[in-house]
T-cell receptor
Framework: DAKTTQPPSMDCAEGRAANLPCNHS???????VYWYRQIHSQGPQYIIHGLKNNETNEMASLIITEDRKSSTLILPHATLRDTAVYYC?????????????FGTGTQLKVEL | GAVVSQHPSRVICKSGTSVKIECRSLDFQATTMFWYRQFPKQSLMLMATSNEGSKATYEQGVEKDKFLINHASLTLSTLTVTSAHPEDSSFYICSVRRGRDTQYFGPGTRLTVL
């Protein structure tokens, strides 16, 4: 699996949009971009994933650059409960790899 | 709602004993489940891939005789930590592959070995 680079930490004011960047310059054509988050002492929670097109669901939006070398996860209105470690992972789960390799992620702290 | 459950959520045992952790897929059949381990202030590390009806595939450096995995049905995989020692104390998390391209994680099991 290709590696990703994320800032170690970010702060965001409650109610504002949180934009979490991720670089994945060595991503291959079959690899998806996945975002998970982990709140302290819990299992990771799936947020969103995409291949080429931008994606949106009830939790977040995922913006993938045209060259697919980077992406941004957007939480449109961050709340205190969004404080967590956010992991950006690239993987080809549809193929024989079947593995999610977790990096160190971004610790997002949402404050009043 | 939750799609993956784990039991127990936390367990404390004495050194030298064995501990079994269950991972259940709640609303779909899963041919593939994964087991991860997470030490304090570190990221998740994949330990093994559990395949229904066949032997698990272990990651490099993970002892298969110490971490026994049984995936006997399409909804249940178990991880047994044999002869546990304090260095095995960790947060153990399973995940389930759903569909072609998504994995969902369980809530985790906190193991403390005294």
């Amino acid at each position: 699996d290709a590696k990703t680079t994320q800032p170690p930490s970010m702060d965001c004011a409650e109610g504002r949009a949180a934009n979490l960047p991720c670089n994945h310059s060595t991503i291959s054509g079959n690899e998806y971009v996945y975002w998970y988050r982990q709140i302290h002492s819990q299992g990771p929670q799936y947020i969103i994933h995409g291949l080429k097109n931008n994606e949106t669901n009830e939790m977040a939006s995922l913006i993938i650059t045209e060259d697919r070398k980077s992406s941004t996860l957007i939480l449109p209105h961050a709340t205190l409960r969004d404080t967590a470690v956010y992991y950006c992972i690239v993987s080809d789960l549809t193929g024989g790899g079947n593995k999610l390799t977790f990096g160190t992620g971004t610790q997002l702290k949402v404050e009043l | 709602g939750a799609v993956v459950s784990q039991h127990p959520s936390r367990v404390i045992c004495k050194s030298g004993t064995s501990v079994k952790i269950e991972c259940r897929s709640l609303d779909f059949q899963a041919t593939t489940m994964f087991w991860y381990r997470q030490f304090p202030k570190q990221s998740l590390m994949l330990m093994a891939t559990s395949n229904e009806g066949s032997k698990a595939t272990y990651e490099q450096g993970v002892e298969k005789d110490k971490f026994l995995i049984n995936h006997a049905s399409l909804t249940l995989s178990t991880l047994t930590v044999t002869s546990a020692h304090p260095e095995d104390s960790s947060f153990y998390i399973c995940s389930v592959r759903r569909g072609r391209d998504t994995q969902y994680f369980g809530p985790g099991t906190r193991l403390t070995v005294l």
